[in-house]
């Protein structure tokens, strides 16, 4: 994956027309890099980095991977930073999907949070930046951006990267060790789902609001997006689930109160407010109350406030509350807002994750990738040793084989060594290509490519990253992209190259059933006895678990059916095991053979 310079004429063109519409300055408007912005770009500001050419923070002078800026508002100072966190070097996609801070990106940023630290005013702090915290890596101290996030108790810390793809509920808690706290808010993008995000911070408290775009017409005009959707942003109180920080909770304040936006071309005549038990009972309301209109602006944002009556709330056995916001035209038709479940108590409710987001926001997925790559290559190297250890230190003492051998351990056991004995000695060459390629893979380079451009030296890719030689005269660049080769890493692992070996095991499995089943088969025994019986049809000797594996072993050789590595593997199966005759056409071709000297011929 690479760039294209018509995208960012297309952009630039984008974010001309959105700081026309919008008729505020341009210095106002932040655009922070992502990874895509960062493909193929081997230095910052070369003729690849088309960012430094067509962003809004190109064009106004802004140097350095932080910014900010610092709005007032009576006795609030709110404080906004952008962190860009796209690696130094960048690699071509799919090895270009992590964030890599540097010791000293986060040294500016605890500058630029600390800036407003010695002054008396009341300062709220919200960090956006491209990746999330769980797609960022440590730098090479071991530093990461949440312990300054905490450290300096800033709200909220707003990001996008994942594109709704792994859900939408993509928001999360942050509790730190030391009983510091933030919100981390994952916003969705607005080239495939058109989702735009409004964010409103009423007296130091964060609340937003995602608009669902998708499918609307095309507007000409930000006024038609307005005259398109009617929408209400309830700024107060917080939604309990992802707006509300521990210990927080209503107390006859100022922050007693219901607050929202309504945002509407039409004119307003009124608005209340209607309170929920938890669960919703829509039947049934809590409480209805009117809202008093504080001011309207020249696009028609209405701003509507009540104080919150507490009597209602204190003291019951529930402490979960749902809150609507309905606003009236001059025509009496209704805006109505999303349900907004708010607690009495201070308490977070849990916001309930599906796997994949859960996955996504809830680990640190840097700290998976050497857990799960060892975890591979010892169960691979497990495959080829476990079975050659169990024969050498268990069954050559004193185990032998054949049915004129007394047995000293039970037939099931007997029979279950007999099929690890034959895995471990029937499978040499295999085995010897397997262990190849298991130390080449856990040890030397997996391929070569171009990780830039035409004009740059080839790259190669292992486990532990990238190398390139000669890039902008540094020498030997190595270990780029780490965490991010484990997209490559990881599913080629876990399910191309461990399926495959648990087929080639269990293609040698069956086929030592089969051999104790036919020397065990005592209807065989009395054919072999008496030349006038026919053959009878067996379903063990016919072989069906066998073509199953095949089938299976099929599916997955076609997953990889252009990396060269394996074609010796995919000819060693299939004249292995697809063309060799079966035991039973065996038995029945050569009838001066018994099934206990084919038993032992197999093995």
Same mark, same amino acid.
């Not at 004429?9 to 008729?23: M, N, T």
């Not at 952008?82 to 801070?101: A, K, Q, T």
């Not at 529930?318 to 109505?336: M, P, T, Y």
């Not at 059916?561 to 029945?588: G, K, M, N, W």
């Given at each position: 994956?690479?760039?294209?310079?018509?995208?960012?004429?297309?952009?630039?063109?984008?974010?001309?027309?959105?700081?026309?519409?919008?008729?505020?300055?341009?210095?106002?408007?932040?655009?922070?890099?992502?990874?895509?912005?960062?493909?193929?770009?081997?230095?910052?500001?070369?003729?690849?980095?088309?960012?430094?050419?067509?962003?809004?923070?190109?064009?106004?002078?802004?140097?350095?991977?932080?910014?900010?800026?610092?709005?007032?508002?009576?006795?609030?100072?709110?404080?906004?930073?952008?962190?860009?966190?796209?690696?130094?070097?960048?690699?071509?996609?799919?090895?270009?999907?992590?964030?890599?801070?540097?010791?000293?990106?986060?040294?500016?940023?605890?500058?630029?949070?600390?800036?407003?630290?010695?002054?008396?005013?009341?300062?709220?702090?919200?960090?956006?930046?491209?990746?999330?915290?769980?797609?960022?890596?440590?730098?090479?101290?071991?530093?990461?951006?949440?312990?300054?996030?905490?450290?300096?108790?800033?709200?909220?810390?707003?990001?996008?990267?994942?594109?709704?793809?792994?859900?939408?509920?993509?928001?999360?808690?942050?509790?730190?060790?030391?009983?510091?706290?933030?919100?981390?808010?994952?916003?969705?993008?607005?080239?495939?789902?058109?989702?735009?995000?409004?964010?409103?911070?009423?007296?130091?408290?964060?609340?937003?609001?995602?608009?669902?775009?998708?499918?609307?017409?095309?507007?000409?005009?930000?006024?038609?997006?307005?005259?398109?959707?009617?929408?209400?942003?309830?700024?107060?109180?917080?939604?309990?689930?992802?707006?509300?920080?521990?210990?927080?909770?209503?107390?006859?304040?100022?922050?007693?109160?219901?607050?929202?936006?309504?945002?509407?071309?039409?004119?307003?005549?009124?608005?209340?407010?209607?309170?929920?038990?938890?669960?919703?009972?829509?039947?049934?309301?809590?409480?209805?109350?009117?809202?008093?209109?504080?001011?309207?602006?020249?696009?028609?944002?209405?701003?509507?406030?009540?104080?919150?009556?507490?009597?209602?709330?204190?003291?019951?056995?529930?402490?979960?509350?749902?809150?609507?916001?309905?606003?009236?035209?001059?025509?009496?038709?209704?805006?109505?807002?999303?349900?907004?479940?708010?607690?009495?108590?201070?308490?977070?409710?849990?916001?309930?994750?599906?796997?994949?987001?859960?996955?996504?926001?809830?680990?640190?997925?840097?700290?998976?990738?050497?857990?799960?790559?060892?975890?591979?290559?010892?169960?691979? =190297?497990?495959? +080829? #040793?476990?079975?050659?250890?169990?024969? @050498?230190?268990?069954?050559?003492? !004193?185990?032998? *084989? %054949?049915? $004129?051998?007394?047995?000293?351990?039970?037939?099931?056991?007997?029979?279950?060594?007999?099929?690890?004995?034959?895995?471990?000695?029937?499978?040499?060459?295999?085995? =010897?290509?397997? +262990? #190849?390629?298991?130390?080449?893979?856990? @040890?030397?380079?997996?391929?070569? !490519?171009?990780? *830039? %451009?035409? $004009?740059?030296?080839?790259?190669?890719?292992?486990?532990?990253?990238?190398?390139?030689?000669?890039?902008?005269?540094?020498?030997?660049?190595?270990?780029?992209?780490?965490?991010?080769?484990?997209?490559?890493?990881?599913?080629?692992?876990?399910?191309?190259?461990?399926?495959?070996?648990? *087929?080639?095991?269990?293609?040698?499995?069956?086929?030592?059933?089969?051999?104790?089943?036919?020397?065990?088969?005592?209807?065989?025994?009395?054919?072999?006895?008496?030349?006038?019986?026919?053959?009878?049809?067996?379903?063990?000797?016919?072989?069906?678990?066998?073509?199953?594996?095949?089938?299976?072993?099929?599916?997955?050789?076609?997953?990889?059916?252009?990396?060269?590595?394996?074609?010796?593997?995919?000819?060693?199966?299939?004249?292995?095991?697809?063309?060799?005759?079966?035991?039973?056409?065996?038995?029945?071709?050569?009838?001066?053979?018994?099934?206990?000297?084919?038993?032992?011929?197999?093995?």
């Amino acid at each position: 994956m690479r760039q294209d310079e018509s995208e960012w004429l297309e952009y630039k063109d984008a974010l001309d027309w959105v700081v026309s519409q919008s008729g505020l300055p341009m210095q106002i408007f932040f655009d922070v890099r992502g990874n895509h912005d960062k493909f193929g770009v081997p230095e910052i500001g070369g003729h690849l980095d088309y960012y430094a050419k067509y962003s809004i923070t190109a064009r106004q002078n802004r140097s350095g991977p932080v910014h900010s800026i610092t709005l007032q508002n009576g006795d609030w100072k709110h404080l906004f930073v952008g962190i860009d966190l796209s690696m130094e070097i960048g690699l071509r996609g799919p090895c270009n999907v992590f964030g890599h801070p540097s010791d000293q990106t986060l040294d500016l940023l605890n500058k630029e949070l600390s800036k407003w630290d010695n002054n008396n005013q009341k300062v709220t702090k919200i960090v956006f930046g491209h990746f999330p915290t769980s797609f960022i890596a440590g730098t090479e101290d071991g530093k990461r951006p949440e312990e300054l996030f905490g450290r300096h108790n800033i709200l909220a810390y707003i990001c996008g990267h994942l594109h709704y793809q792994f859900g939408k509920k993509l928001f999360k808690y942050h509790m730190l060790n030391d009983g510091k706290e933030f919100w981390e808010w994952e916003l969705g993008d607005w080239k495939e789902n058109r989702v735009a995000r409004i964010l409103a911070i009423d007296n130091g408290h964060a609340s937003f609001l995602d608009l669902d775009l998708l499918g609307m017409k095309e507007l000409d005009t930000g006024h038609e997006l307005l005259e398109s959707k009617d929408f209400i942003l309830i700024t107060y109180p917080l939604d309990a689930q992802k707006m509300q920080r521990q210990g927080y909770a209503l107390n006859g304040s100022v922050n007693d109160f219901v607050r929202a936006l309504v945002f509407t071309q039409r004119e307003v005549t009124s608005a209340k407010a209607v309170v929920y038990d938890f669960p919703c009972c829509p039947e049934n309301p809590s409480e209805e109350f009117m809202l008093e209109q504080l001011s309207v602006d020249v696009d028609n944002t209405y701003y509507f406030a009540a104080p919150l009556n507490l009597s209602g709330y204190y003291g019951t056995s529930r402490n979960r509350f749902l809150l609507k916001v309905v606003a009236f035209d001059s025509s009496g038709k209704q805006i109505e807002s999303d349900l907004r479940l708010f607690s009495s108590d201070g308490c977070i409710e849990k916001l309930r994750w599906s796997w994949s987001e859960y996955f996504c926001m809830d680990f640190v997925l840097e700290a998976l990738y050497p857990l799960f790559l060892r975890a591979a290559f010892f169960m691979l =190297l497990g495959f +080829l #040793i476990a079975p050659k250890l169990y024969v @050498f230190f268990v069954l050559k003492k !004193g185990l032998t *084989f %054949g049915p $004129s051998q007394k047995k000293k351990s039970p037939s099931t056991w007997n029979d279950i060594n007999e099929v690890i004995a034959y895995i471990e000695n029937a499978s040499t060459t295999t085995w =010897l290509m397997e +262990l #190849i390629l298991v130390l080449y893979l856990m @040890f030397m380079p997996w391929f070569w !490519g171009s990780i *830039f %451009g035409d $004009s740059y030296p080839l790259g190669s890719m292992s486990v532990r990253g990238w190398s390139v030689n000669n890039l902008s005269s540094l020498g030997l660049k190595q270990g780029l992209g780490v965490p991010d080769v484990m997209v490559i890493v990881l599913p080629f692992l876990y399910h191309i190259l461990l399926p495959l070996f648990v *087929f080639i095991y269990a293609l040698h499995a069956e086929r030592a059933f089969v051999c104790i089943h036919m020397r065990n088969d005592k209807h065989r025994k009395s054919m072999e006895a008496d030349k006038s019986v026919e053959p009878y049809s067996c379903k063990v000797c016919a072989r069906w678990s066998r073509k199953a594996l095949l089938f299976i072993c099929l599916g997955v050789l076609c997953l990889h059916a252009q990396v060269d590595t394996f074609v010796a593997i995919v000819i060693i199966i299939f004249h292995r095991y697809l063309f060799f005759p079966s035991e039973c056409l065996l038995f029945r071709r050569s009838s001066k053979m018994s099934p206990q000297q084919l038993v032992c011929n197999e093995f």
